[in-house]
């Protein structure tokens, strides 16, 4: 993978000037906001659990390794083999010794982001090892060759008719179906007889519970309890940050899990996994990937209490107009956008200045993430380290030297309202200027507040202050 920095302004402006799917974008997660906000304010108890949440999540972290520890023990006590992966190569070569070990060469895979993180795809099917998503979106992103747009709603950019031409190449089905059920339909029939013959069951998970050795799984397809129980062998893995210490937390994060993510009461299908199906085997692989670096990060830890609702990207203003795709990663959005700088910081410089920091995104967090607190703290670290353009480096340093000398700014204020009056057009619109790319630069005004302050009100409080004093 290229370790350039992702192009994220100019991805974004290539979907903006779609305007079909931007539009689509926008009013589909801007819908799911609403509905989220109108779970919230049915439930008196929203901000309380909203609260606790939080608490428990950072309890969990601060204990992690304990958590840790007792969730492994109770796991293989009830039958569960327990594999560790320091990161996502590891991760991948259990996968593959599993496989060799049963002889198997598929996986049918319900929605899992960590193993796209892992790029587990990417390494197990050279190696001839097939692996089919099962999830309606994630399986047309699969086919599409694409990355997920959404933690939640894989292939939410996508139209109905981008999805008609996609099923026409893979599944021969007319390539002018316009109805979702259909669609849906037709990627049901495509999908039976592989889960029917699939050698290996793979899924993600959305809790591990420490107090009984088991993890829940979170789906509306039901695609997750077919990939799980079809075939005799089940791998699941998560990421060891997504553990909560009893049974008895557990309610709290379901109850605002699926109302955060999809204005819904309730997933359709919260399955719990606590040991093998009889004669079957099942495989629990707990995969670090840099979590363990990002918990001692001290402005960036917080960020582990995620659970993966997607309710930040559908308030995002920048997000819903941008795509998940312009983000060039796995996780996109607010969310993305201070966890992916903690894979790679030089690829990933781009996206915490894809942000207006209107603070939406920390608004809505279920369990309190303070997300564009962390954004501002990205751009001071990438700053720091020299990951930002040249040219923005540049003008950032000669702004903050302006800013700090008053006497210098007033003056570089009144030369800019000479040059705005009388310079051409393309001294002031070139690439120099980005933000000129797509708007319009000010107006000259006669007169700055500045002086007109000076002006009118400056003698007069001066003389209010001396007749206080007396």
């Given at each position: 993978m290229s370790n350039r920095p992702v192009p994220h302004a100019k991805l974004a402006a290539e979907f903006l000037e779609d305007e079909p799917h931007?539009?689509?974008?926008?009013?589909?997660?801007?819908?799911?906001?609403?509905?989220?906000?109108?779970q919230m304010h049915i439930m008196p108890e929203w901000q309380e659990l909203r609260?606790?949440?939080?608490?428990?999540?950072?309890h969990t972290l601060a204990h992690l390794p304990q958590y840790l520890e007792q969730f492994e023990e109770n796991a293989r006590r009830n039958g569960i083999h327990v594999h560790w992966a320091r990161d996502g190569a590891e991760h991948n070569r259990i996968v593959e010794k599993i496989l060799k070990d049963h002889g198997h060469s598929s996986i049918i895979k319900s929605k899992s982001m960590i193993t796209d993180e892992c790029e587990m795809r990417e390494y197990l099917e050279p190696k001839g090892v097939?692996?089919?998503?099962?999830d309606l979106g994630e399986r047309i992103q699969q086919l599409d060759n694409q990355l997920p747009s959404h933690v939640v709603v894989p292939a939410v950019q996508k139209l109905t008719t981008d999805v008609a031409k996609t099923f026409a190449k893979y599944y021969n089905t007319d390539p002018n179906i316009d109805d979702p059920h259909a669609l849906a339909e037709a990627q049901r029939n495509a999908a039976r007889p592989v889960l029917l013959s699939g050698d290996t069951g793979m899924t993600g998970g959305n809790f591990l519970v420490a107090e009984t050795g088991s993890f829940v799984v979170c789906t509306n397809e039901g695609n997750a309890d077919l990939s799980a129980n079809?075939?005799?062998?089940?791998?699941?893995?998560?990421?060891?940050?997504?553990?909560v210490p009893r049974m008895a937390d557990l309610g709290v994060f379901i109850r605002l899990l699926s109302r955060s993510a999809l204005g819904s009461p309730?997933?359709?299908?919260?399955?719990?996994?606590?040991?093998?199906?009889?004669?079957?085997?099942?495989?629990?692989?707990?995969?670090?990937?840099?979590?363990?670096?990002?918990?001692?990060?001290?402005?960036?830890w917080t960020s582990l209490k995620c659970i993966r609702c997607g309710a930040c990207m559908n308030t995002c203003?920048?997000?819903?107009?941008?795509?998940?795709?312009?983000?060039?990663?796995?996780?996109?959005?607010?969310i993305g956008a201070i966890i992916d700088p903690?894979?790679?910081?030089?690829?990933?410089?781009?996206?915490?200045?894809?942000?207006?920091?209107?603070g939406s995104c920390t608004?809505?967090?279920?369990?309190?993430?303070?997300?564009?607190?962390?954004?501002?703290?990205?751009?001071?670290?990438?700053?720091?380290?020299?990951?930002?353009?040249?040219?923005?480096?540049?003008?950032?340093?000669?702004?903050?030297?302006?800013?700090?000398q008053p006497a210098m700014y007033r003056l570089a204020i009144s030369g800019t309202e000479v040059a705005l009056k009388t310079m051409p057009r393309f001294v002031l619109y070139n690439y120099l200027n980005p933000w000129g790319k797509h708007r319009e630069l000010p107006h000259p005004v006669k007169e700055t507040f500045h002086s007109w302050y000076k002006k009118n009100r400056l003698n007069r409080t001066k003389a209010q202050h001396e007749e206080t004093q007396a």
């Open positions: 931007r539009h689509f974008h926008d009013e589909r997660l801007w819908d799911m906001r609403q509905k989220r906000d109108e609260e606790q949440a939080s608490r428990l999540k950072e097939s692996v089919t998503e099962t079809l075939p005799n062998l089940h791998i699941a893995t998560l990421g060891i940050e997504r553990l309730i997933t359709q299908y919260t399955t719990h996994f606590r040991r093998p199906k009889k004669g079957g085997e099942m495989h629990v692989i707990l995969v670090d990937n840099g979590r363990s670096e990002r918990l001692g990060m001290d402005d960036f203003p920048v997000y819903r107009r941008s795509g998940g795709q312009s983000y060039g990663s796995v996780y996109s959005g607010p903690t894979f790679n910081a030089r690829k990933f410089s781009t996206l915490p200045f894809a942000s207006t920091m209107n608004n809505v967090c279920p369990v309190k993430i303070d997300i564009h607190e962390q954004l501002y703290k990205w751009r001071r670290v990438l700053a720091e380290r020299h990951e930002i353009p040249f040219v923005k480096r540049e003008i950032m340093k000669i702004a903050g030297r302006l800013l700090a």
